[in-house]
Protein backbone atom coordinates (compact mmCIF):
# COMPACT_ATOMS: atom_id res chain seq x y z
CA UNK A 1 0.00 0.00 0.00
CA UNK A 2 1.61 3.71 -0.75
CA UNK A 3 1.82 6.07 1.69
CA UNK A 4 0.94 9.62 0.76
CA UNK A 5 4.01 11.47 2.20
CA UNK A 6 2.26 14.97 0.80
CA UNK A 7 0.80 16.88 3.90
CA UNK A 8 4.12 15.34 5.92
CA UNK A 9 6.10 17.94 5.63
CA UNK A 10 6.35 20.80 8.61
CA UNK A 11 8.14 23.54 6.44
CA UNK A 12 6.55 26.71 5.90
CA UNK A 13 4.59 27.99 2.92
CA UNK A 14 6.06 30.33 0.96
CA UNK A 15 4.37 33.44 2.29
CA UNK A 16 4.37 32.20 6.05
CA UNK A 17 8.43 31.73 5.37
CA UNK A 18 8.81 35.69 4.19
CA UNK A 19 6.71 36.63 7.37
CA UNK A 20 8.90 34.77 9.63
CA UNK A 21 12.32 35.89 8.08
CA UNK A 22 11.17 39.47 8.36
CA UNK A 23 10.35 39.55 11.92
CA UNK A 24 13.19 37.39 12.51
CA UNK A 25 15.29 40.66 10.73
CA UNK A 26 13.62 43.38 12.73
CA UNK A 27 10.48 45.56 13.36
CA UNK A 28 7.65 45.29 10.18
CA UNK A 29 5.54 48.43 9.35
CA UNK A 30 2.71 48.65 7.38
CA UNK A 31 3.59 51.51 5.07
CA UNK A 32 7.03 49.25 3.97
CA UNK A 33 4.82 46.72 2.16
CA UNK A 34 0.96 46.57 2.38
CA UNK A 35 0.87 43.20 0.81
CA UNK A 36 2.85 41.80 3.48
CA UNK A 37 1.08 43.12 6.31
CA UNK A 38 -2.06 41.82 5.04
CA UNK A 39 -0.54 38.67 4.50
CA UNK A 40 0.65 38.88 8.44
CA UNK A 41 -2.83 39.39 9.17
CA UNK A 42 -4.07 36.82 7.82
CA UNK A 43 -1.43 34.38 8.98
CA UNK A 44 -0.69 35.84 12.34
CA UNK A 45 -1.92 32.66 14.65
CA UNK A 46 0.10 30.68 13.01
CA UNK A 47 3.16 33.23 12.92
CA UNK A 48 2.99 32.88 16.75
CA UNK A 49 2.38 28.99 16.93
CA UNK A 50 6.12 29.12 14.99
CA UNK A 51 7.51 31.68 16.62
CA UNK A 52 6.33 30.12 20.16
CA UNK A 53 8.84 27.21 19.21
CA UNK A 54 11.74 29.95 19.68
CA UNK A 55 10.42 31.39 23.06
CA UNK A 56 9.32 34.28 20.88
CA UNK A 57 6.05 36.14 20.81
CA UNK A 58 4.47 38.85 18.08
CA UNK A 59 3.77 41.79 19.27
CA UNK A 60 1.25 43.24 16.06
CA UNK A 61 -0.37 46.92 16.69
CA UNK A 62 -2.95 46.87 13.81
CA UNK A 63 -4.05 50.23 14.25
CA UNK A 64 -0.60 52.15 14.51
CA UNK A 65 0.58 49.45 11.49
CA UNK A 66 3.65 47.73 13.50
CA UNK A 67 4.53 44.13 14.75
CA UNK A 68 8.04 42.78 16.04
CA UNK A 69 8.76 39.92 18.23
CA UNK A 70 9.78 40.11 21.77
CA UNK A 71 11.28 37.08 24.02
CA UNK A 72 8.31 35.64 25.95
CA UNK A 73 8.72 36.41 29.94
CA UNK A 74 11.01 34.14 31.86
CA UNK A 75 9.44 31.43 34.50
CA UNK A 76 8.99 32.28 37.91
CA UNK A 77 12.17 31.10 40.57
CA UNK A 78 9.89 28.23 41.92
CA UNK A 79 8.53 27.35 38.30
CA UNK A 80 9.56 23.80 37.03
CA UNK A 81 9.55 24.72 33.44
CA UNK A 82 13.08 25.32 32.27
CA UNK A 83 14.61 28.39 31.19
CA UNK A 84 15.37 28.93 27.31
CA UNK A 85 18.26 30.98 25.72
CA UNK A 86 17.21 33.94 24.58
CA UNK A 87 17.07 34.71 20.86
CA UNK A 88 16.59 38.30 21.08
CA UNK A 89 19.28 40.03 23.23
CA UNK A 90 18.69 42.80 26.35
CA UNK A 91 20.95 46.13 24.77
CA UNK A 92 21.59 47.51 27.72
CA UNK A 93 20.75 51.30 27.10
CA UNK A 94 23.16 54.46 28.10
CA UNK A 95 21.64 57.43 29.86
CA UNK A 96 22.07 60.06 27.18
CA UNK A 97 20.34 57.50 24.80
CA UNK A 98 17.36 56.72 27.49
CA UNK A 99 17.14 60.18 28.24
CA UNK A 100 15.94 60.55 24.50
CA UNK A 101 13.83 57.48 24.02
CA UNK A 102 12.20 59.35 27.01
CA UNK A 103 11.60 62.85 25.56
CA UNK A 104 10.58 61.61 22.84
CA UNK A 105 7.72 59.62 24.48
CA UNK A 106 6.26 62.43 25.83
CA UNK A 107 6.62 64.76 22.72
CA UNK A 108 4.63 61.91 21.07
CA UNK A 109 2.01 61.61 23.57
CA UNK A 110 1.59 65.10 23.60
CA UNK A 111 1.60 65.28 19.98
CA UNK A 112 -1.61 62.33 19.87
CA UNK A 113 -3.39 64.50 23.00
CA UNK A 114 -3.29 67.50 20.02
CA UNK A 115 -4.75 65.43 17.87
CA UNK A 116 -4.15 66.22 13.93
CA UNK A 117 -1.35 64.40 12.02
CA UNK A 118 -0.27 60.83 12.26
CA UNK A 119 3.57 61.52 12.11
CA UNK A 120 5.21 63.53 14.74
CA UNK A 121 8.28 64.52 12.32
CA UNK A 122 11.28 66.68 14.40
CA UNK A 123 14.07 68.72 12.87
CA UNK A 124 17.46 67.69 14.10
CA UNK A 125 17.49 71.35 15.74
CA UNK A 126 14.37 70.64 17.67
CA UNK A 127 15.98 67.53 18.84
CA UNK A 128 19.11 69.02 19.55
CA UNK A 129 17.08 71.29 22.02
CA UNK A 130 14.72 68.79 23.83
CA UNK A 131 17.69 67.21 24.80
CA UNK A 132 20.61 70.00 25.64
CA UNK A 133 18.28 71.30 28.54
CA UNK A 134 19.10 68.65 30.46
CA UNK A 135 22.65 67.71 29.92
CA UNK A 136 25.39 69.56 32.12
CA UNK A 137 26.85 72.98 30.31
CA UNK A 138 30.28 72.91 28.55
CA UNK A 139 32.64 75.36 27.16
CA UNK A 140 32.40 73.56 24.07
CA UNK A 141 28.93 74.11 22.65
CA UNK A 142 29.98 72.44 19.39
CA UNK A 143 31.20 69.21 20.93
CA UNK A 144 28.04 69.19 23.38
CA UNK A 145 25.79 69.08 19.72
CA UNK A 146 28.31 66.82 18.28
CA UNK A 147 27.25 64.33 21.08
CA UNK A 148 23.72 64.49 21.30
CA UNK A 149 24.23 64.05 16.93
CA UNK A 150 25.64 60.84 18.08
CA UNK A 151 22.82 59.86 20.11
CA UNK A 152 20.40 60.76 17.62
CA UNK A 153 22.28 58.39 15.20
CA UNK A 154 21.94 55.88 18.10
CA UNK A 155 18.47 56.03 18.40
CA UNK A 156 18.03 55.85 14.47
CA UNK A 157 19.74 52.47 14.48
CA UNK A 158 17.36 51.22 17.36
CA UNK A 159 14.72 52.14 15.26
CA UNK A 160 12.77 54.97 17.08
CA UNK A 161 13.33 57.54 14.94
CA UNK A 162 13.42 57.47 10.90
CA UNK A 163 15.56 59.91 9.35
CA UNK A 164 13.76 61.39 6.01
CA UNK A 165 14.97 62.58 2.61
CA UNK A 166 15.69 66.07 2.29
CA UNK A 167 12.61 67.82 -0.13
CA UNK A 168 15.70 70.02 -1.49
CA UNK A 169 17.93 67.56 -2.05
CA UNK A 170 20.56 70.39 -0.73
CA UNK A 171 24.04 69.88 1.59
CA UNK A 172 22.68 73.07 4.00
CA UNK A 173 18.96 71.07 4.49
CA UNK A 174 18.29 70.04 8.15
CA UNK A 175 17.68 67.01 8.80
CA UNK A 176 14.60 65.83 9.78
CA UNK A 177 13.35 62.93 11.44
CA UNK A 178 10.17 60.98 12.03
CA UNK A 179 8.99 59.37 15.14
CA UNK A 180 8.20 55.60 15.02
CA UNK A 181 5.43 55.19 16.85
CA UNK A 182 6.55 51.79 17.92
CA UNK A 183 8.44 53.73 20.91
CA UNK A 184 4.80 53.93 22.39
CA UNK A 185 5.46 49.72 22.52
CA UNK A 186 9.09 50.21 24.15
CA UNK A 187 8.42 53.32 26.60
CA UNK A 188 5.19 52.61 28.65
CA UNK A 189 3.88 54.99 31.69
CA UNK A 190 5.25 53.20 34.55
CA UNK A 191 8.99 53.19 32.37
CA UNK A 192 8.40 57.20 31.89
CA UNK A 193 7.90 56.96 35.58
CA UNK A 194 11.12 55.57 36.68
CA UNK A 195 12.63 57.43 34.35
CA UNK A 196 11.35 60.77 35.99
CA UNK A 197 12.59 59.66 39.21
CA UNK A 198 15.65 58.67 38.16
CA UNK A 199 16.15 61.95 36.15
CA UNK A 200 15.38 64.21 39.12
CA UNK A 201 18.12 62.68 41.06
CA UNK A 202 20.33 63.19 38.16
CA UNK A 203 19.30 66.87 37.59
CA UNK A 204 20.27 67.53 41.63
CA UNK A 205 23.12 65.92 40.83
CA UNK A 206 24.18 68.23 38.09
CA UNK A 207 23.11 71.37 40.38
CA UNK A 208 25.46 69.96 42.97
CA UNK A 209 28.37 69.78 40.85
CA UNK A 210 27.50 73.03 39.35
CA UNK A 211 27.27 74.80 42.63
CA UNK A 212 30.96 73.26 44.09
CA UNK A 213 32.30 74.28 40.54
CA UNK A 214 30.90 78.46 41.24
CA UNK A 215 32.41 77.90 44.37
CA UNK A 216 35.30 77.46 43.61
CA UNK A 217 35.89 79.82 41.17
CA UNK A 218 34.81 82.28 43.57
Known amino acids: ?50 MAVLNLE ?8 YAFLKSRPEPAEDDPVPRLPRLVARRPLSFPVSLLL ?56 LGFLHKLKSASGGMAAQASYEVRRILKAFVDAQWLAEFDARLAVYQSALS ?8 RDE
Open 1 to 50: MEQDFTNATTTPEPDLSSLLIGLLKGVQYREQDERQWAALLNLQARVRDY
Open 58 to 65: LVLDEAEG
Open 102 to 157: ALLRKKLAEFDAAGGDTRLVLSRDEIVELVRVFLPDGPNEAKLIDQIEVTINKVVE
Open 208 to 215: GAASAREA
